[in-house]
């Protein structure tokens, strides 16, 4: 009762608050190439601004790359070496805006207020030194240069089916053999417990490996979504992230008693936060601390991060090996709980 | 008893319960199932245990099956300790608990199939055990087991039960929900079995099957109110039995109750039951007629029903 | 002639080409105690979900408590009381509570449900427990206090489906003794059962056989007739010539 009065409550100050796609704060790179006066003021412009904060100063292609892959940055700001002279000699300059565009939105969304710092800019030293001055930003998308909104959800369909389809059909199939008695028998019989949960799990398992080959098919072939990166490495990482979804199922189902219970657990428990503090709806940096520090706990959260950089920015394990460290670790700690909590007897 | 006179016990009985206690709960709410029972099985008996809802049978047997864990006391099934050789007992025994417990959307043979998987054995092994059971409902051997009727849930939960041929049985509330007939053939199943020597213990809220097993343990409120044969628990039914009808029987009650000779007195299907403090009844036949109460009375021999009233009212 | 509360004339429901309960005609008298009984799959349940206004007869005619069971099936469910060993009372509410819950139901005005409920308590020795949650009373009890809520609101006819189940013999002693009281302020008993004891307290008894009624006598009658010692024998008679497999 308490839950349905208050969920509403919650909600609204999580959607309303919390959960936003504004800009904010947002972690960008520089590159300057030219060093000059000109260039220096426009950093401190973008730095000034509410919207950004320059979280790393790159001085090659490469490191721009390596940063990007990390997942550190969501755009980068490259200034050309003759930015100073090209403004000083012809009133006119270029920079290139580079956005991670595997969230189109955000990339989206981050191009078009730095465009607006950058003409902000414009505005002031054309008054400044009344003379007509011109800086055009050259926007690139990285990884996604359409836009295309398959690259963002590909990754957080597959953290949502996956989750779904192990953590709770496992609980729901495990709490139903205690109601209806079935539990019971298999307890009496000689079946050793383990050999009883495994038997639950291997199916949704291989259920779950279908599913992933058929989402991957259906990205590659039908939305043109490529697999940058290793393809053996994304379903090791998805094989991994299966087995988190199965083992945490188990422990639900070794704490609840009806399959009631289970759902609501799964459901509300699981796939609300899923959706909404995985990043794949809303941008993680943009939370409250609060939040963010839940969202660490969230096993999608770190799946869905190694599947857009392996599949969609083509990072390999050295990108994602902290991720993949997490999920080992959550894995490690649901299994061995669950396995722990299933009663040999009754009560 | 000493340590060897519990290996000998062990060693005997197929069943042994010592002192078993149970309560469930935490702290404030305690609610005591078993208070301290002790009985004995011999191997190849078919033992009844006999109480109403809430006597404790399903936590005696779920204790026996090693589903839970008893609060004080000892028991033995097969020899083996039901805490420390759990792993044993799971081998050796068959189980049917009270509810349905059969996989619903699996088919009658494929649920029969999975047991023997269970208990590493194959149909064909031990089919001469359940032949003769699984014969009834084999007809049907493609259907889910969730569509069969009760008679036929039941015997194919028995046959599961039994393909691994246990050495005991434990049946838990079997007839509950039966029609008379389906109960009748189940009765006649668990003798046949009983001659293949296994030991059977059953439990049901039904009085009128007390007669058909060997020994039975009447249980109320946690409690073992006696244990005997039937014949022999009926035989110690020492007071005068009356029976008595009449086309009133609400006023016939009442009158009866407020006669001195009457210990008790009850309705009885057609009839009163009355249990008379004395072996004389002309004093209370008298007393009816003298008020006016028509009434038909003749003598009655007790049943185990009776037998469990008087111990229930005794044990108050 | 007595009164009639059920009068069931070639009562027939069928499904599809499935015949569940086959043309059965019978009559039960205000303050009689009526047994029910028949296999699992005789019709018993369809029967009486005909007889409570709950289903529609494909063919025949009924009346119970004087209304028709086509068109006023609405004064029938005001006129009878229900109450069976798996649904009866709201756990979580307290005895009291249960008893005003379906009086309202019933439309009781609230006098009238104040001094009957201190009637009941009073009969039923649960003043004391009044404000105690249902949940926490022994299944007698519960089972004693279910049948004064299903009569509270004074029907004239009550079903009973078996009501007695699982009940140690005792408190089923006084449960059979509340029956009782019950048809003697003249409320007609309607039991389905299968358990065959039970049967022998019934005035008369009828047994379904395939969806036909084919015995309806007193229990003596009926042992005499059929040569048996027991109901219990009567009905093994009866149910072993059934063609049906009862699913």
Known sequence: MFILLAMPVVQIIIFGFALTNEVKN?????????GDPAAVSLIAEMEASRYFEIDKAVSSREELDKVFRLGKIKMALVLPARFGSDLGHFNKASVQLIADASDPNVANTLTGYAAAVIGDYQVRITQERRQPYTIKPEIKMLYNPELRGAYNFVPGVMAMVLLLVCTMMTAITIVRERE????????VSPARPLRIIMAKAVPYFLLSVVN??????????????????????????????????LSLGLLISTRVASQQTALFISLVGLLLPTVMLSGFMFPIENMPLPLRTVSRVVPARWYYNIVRAVMIKGAGLATVWKETLILTGMLLFFMTVAIRSFKIRLA | MGNG????????????????????????????????????????????????????????????TTLLLPDKGTASVDGF????????????????????????????????????????????????????????????????????SGGMKQKLALSCALIHRPSV????????????????????????????????LVSTPYMDEAGMCDRVALIQSGRLLEMDTPSAIIRDFSKKLLALKGPDMLTLLQAIRSHKDVADAYPFGEFHHVVLEQDDESGLLGYLQDNGIAFEAKMAVPDIEDCFIQLMKEER | MREKVIIAEKLTKRFGDFTAVDAISFDVNKGEIFG??????????????????????TSGNATVAGFDVYRENEKIKRNIGYMSQKFSLYEDLTVRENIRFYAGIYGKSSSFIRDKTTAVLQRLHLTGEADKLVKSLPLGWKQKLAFSVA?????????????????DPVTRREFWQLIYEAAAEGITVFVTTHYMDEAEYCDRVSIMVDGRIDALDSPSVLKQQFGARSMDDVFLKLARKAQRTAD
Do not use: C
């Open chain 1, 26 to 34: 947002t972690a960008i790179a520089v590159w300057d190439q030219a």
């Open chain 2, 169 to 200: 049985l434990f049946l838990d509330e079997p007839t509950t929900g039966v029609d008379a007939v389906s109960r009748k053939e189940f009765w006649e199943m668990l003798k046949r079995l009983k001659a293949e020597g296994i030991t059977i």
């Open chain 1, 212 to 245: 992933i080959t058929s989402i991957l098919l259906l990205s590659v072939y039908v939305l043109d979504v490529p697999i940058k990166g290793s393809l053996l490495l994304l379903l090791g990482e998805s094989f991994l992230f299966t087995l988190v979804s």
């Open chain 3, 36 to 57: 029910f009984l028949g296999a699992n799959g005789a019709g018993k349940t369809t029967a009486m979900r005909m007889l409570s206004g709950l289903s529609l007869p």
């Open chain 2, 5 to 64: 006179g519990v290996k000998l016990k062990r060693k005997m009985y197929a069943v042994s319960v010592n002192n078993i206690a149970k309560s469930y709960g935490a702290k404030k709410n305690v609610t005591p199932a078993l208070h301290g029972i002790s009985f004995d099985v011999k191997p190849g008996e078919l033992f009844g245990l006999i109480g109403p809802d809430g006597a404790g049978k399903t936590t005696l047997f779920r204790i026996l």
């Open chain 1, 180 to 187: 209806t008695g079935t539990m019971e028998i298999m307890l």
């Open chain 3, 151 to 167: 009569i509270f609101h004074e029907p004239r006819l009550v079903f009973l489906d078996e009501p007695t189940g699982g009940v």
């Open chain 2, 81 to 148: 300790d039901v805490v420390n050789a759990y792993k044993s007992i799971r081998r050796r025994v068959g189980y049917m608990p009270g509810r349905f417990s059969l996989y619903q959307d699996l088919t009658v043979k494929e649920n029969l199939d999975f047991f023997a998987t269970i208990f590493n054995t194959s149909i064909e092994k031990n089919y001469d055990l359940v032949k003769d059971i699984y014969a009834q409902i084999e007809p049907f051997s493609n259907r889910m087991a969730g569509k069969l």
